[in-house]
């Protein structure tokens, strides 16, 4: 915690909505301010407000040229914009260690968060007309705005579990990708030499890459059936193929599980330790005091 009383004030602000009214108050107004900011950005895609604001303005690649003050996306998108950076500044003025910040990985969400905007602003400015490798660049910028979703993780506890989860299990997660590479390349390989012969031009069964489509599909049992085999043994493969993506993607998930669960009780003991401490005047708590302070939860009036 910072130790300047007024940044530790703004950092509670910002970090703890439990600490006071004001917090959470602040934490509900960013919820919202990221929703409105998602929302805004999925609704200009409409072919009507895209064909109006952004076409008619020579736009299309997401820039802001023509009459930006009669465009009320961009006008949601910069109130949004604003108070994102806003936040963001304060936080990192009040940030006990300013470099541990920049380490965290829900500060770089916020900050990739705000980043397109401005590029956006300065690759328009230099290329009005937003041709070429400039309209390449805004479209990307413009995708990199839906990553803005990320932020809710600040305010969602499930979430952090979640990614805590992925952290904690990309060796599993390697090992799936592993598995399923080899796998690909196998039946992609197989169904080529099968298919080859009654082939028809389109059907996906063109080369060795091209068949790695249908086995991704098949072995994730998602199964488009825009590409399937037509042959005796281009269906045996086939079978094969998804009865092996079953038992691939079978394999690590039990482990997975096993990390969620793991992160999520230590997340709600955690929380459940906060409650207790802040109630009975414990500043903090460890881990092997949890069966304690349920007691005392639970028999508030026995004598310890």
């Known amino acids: 915690m910072p130790r300047n009383r007024f940044q530790r004030q703004i950092w509670c602000l910002f970090e703890y909505p439990e600490t006071s009214v004001y917090a959470r108050m602040m934490a509900v107004f960013s919820i919202t301010i990221i929703l409105t900011s998602i929302i805004s950005f999925c609704?200009?895609?409409?072919?009507?407000?895209?064909?109006?604001?952004?076409?008619?303005?020579?736009?299309?690649?997401?820039?802001?040229?023509?009459?930006?003050?009669?465009?009320?996306?961009?006008?949601?998108?910069?109130?949004?914009?604003?108070?994102?950076?806003?936040?963001?500044?304060?936080?990192?003025?009040?940030?006990?260690?300013?470099?541990?910040?920049?380490?965290?990985?829900?500060?770089?969400?916020?900050?990739?968060?705000?980043?397109?905007?401005?590029?956006?602003?300065?690759?328009?400015?230099?290329?009005?007309?937003?041709?070429?490798?400039?309209?390449?660049?805004?479209?990307?910028?413009?995708?990199?705005?839906?990553f803005r979703i990320f932020k809710l993780s600040r305010h969602s506890q499930g979430l952090q579990v979640?990614?805590?989860?992925?952290?904690?299990?990309?060796?599993?997660?390697?090992m799936l990708?592993?598995?399923?590479?080899?796998?690909?390349?196998?039946?992609?390989?197989?169904?080529?030499?099968a298919e080859m012969e009654g082939h028809v031009p389109g059907e996906g069964y063109e080369s060795i890459p091209s068949s790695f489509w249908w086995a991704i599909?098949?072995?994730?049992?998602?199964?488009?059936?825009?590409?399937?085999?037509?042959?005796?043994?281009?269906?045996?493969?086939?079978?094969?193929?998804?009865?092996?993506g079953v038992l691939t993607i079978a394999l690590p998930v039990p482990v997975i599980v096993s990390n969620f669960n793991y992160y999520y009780h230590r997340e709600t003991d955690s929380t459940i330790n906060e409650e207790i401490g802040s109630e009975y005047g414990h500043?903090?708590?460890?881990?092997?005091?949890?069966i304690e302070l349920r007691e005392i939860a639970a028999n508030p009036n026995k004598s310890y």
């Open 162 to 174: 979640l990614g805590q989860t992925f952290r904690g299990s990309l060796k599993e997660l390697g």
């Open 217 to 244: 599909i098949t072995m994730t049992t998602v199964g488009y059936g825009d590409v399937s085999p037509s042959t005796s043994y281009g269906k045996l493969i086939g079978s094969l193929c998804g009865v092996a």
């Open 177 to 193: 990708a592993f598995f399923l590479i080899i796998g690909v390349i196998l039946f992609a390989s197989a169904a080529y030499f």
């Open 43 to 146: 609704m200009e895609t409409l072919p009507h407000y895209r064909e109006k604001y952004e076409l008619s303005n020579g736009t299309e690649g997401g820039g802001f040229s023509g009459k930006m003050t009669d465009n009320p996306f961009f006008i949601i998108e910069t109130l949004c914009i604003i108070w994102f950076t806003i936040e963001l500044t304060s936080r990192f003025i009040a940030a006990p260690l300013k470099v541990a910040f920049w380490k965290d990985a829900l500060n770089i969400i916020d900050l990739v968060a705000i980043l397109p905007y401005f590029i956006t602003l300065i690759v328009d400015a230099v290329n009005p007309g937003a041709n070429g490798l400039s309209l390449a660049i805004l479209r990307v910028l413009r995708l990199i705005r839906v």
């Open 283 to 290: 500043a903090k708590t460890q881990p092997h005091d949890d």
